[in-house]
């Protein structure tokens, strides 16, 4: 099955950062569209970041747009989200996925199990 393996997450002070990484399982990243999703306890799942394929023209939710950047790394195959000034309201389980169709609407799939980041002092 083709998945994502997010990695990268932990706790933070406010003000701190982080940066994610995901690999894809089973399948070369280089086509897709990328996005980072989260999901809060009790929040529905909000997608904060997508990066296409080609180009790599990237979008950013209000929440996170000048403290964090999505990268992606076709040598590697690996997808980046550096994540400045974090916040508490950041707490949460932080997922890839990707598309073939469209960034950022999707659809989007194969997505992995997450990375917590808690943000706490």
């Known amino acids: 099955q083709l998945h994502f393996v997010e990695s990268g997450g932990g706790l933070v002070q406010p003000g701190g950062s982080l940066r994610l990484s995901c690999v894809p399982s089973?399948?070369?990243?280089?086509?897709?569209?990328i996005a980072w999703f989260r999901q809060a306890p009790g929040k529905a799942r909000e997608r904060i970041s997508c990066?296409?394929?080609?180009?790599?023209?990237?979008s950013y939710a209000d929440s996170v747009k000048g403290r964090f950047t999505i990268s992606r790394n076709n040598a590697l195959n690996t997808i980046y989200l550096q994540m400045n000034n974090l916040k508490p309201e950041d707490t949460a389980v932080y997922h890839c996925?990707?598309?073939?169709?469209?960034?950022?609407?999707?659809?989007?799939?194969?997505w992995g199990p997450g990375t917590q980041v808690t943000v706490s002092s």
């Open positions: 089973g399948f070369t990243s280089t086509y897709y569209h």
């Open positions: 996925a990707a598309s073939a169709y469209s960034c950022p609407d999707g659809p989007f799939g194969s």
């Open positions: 990066i296409s394929s080609g180009e790599g023209s990237t």
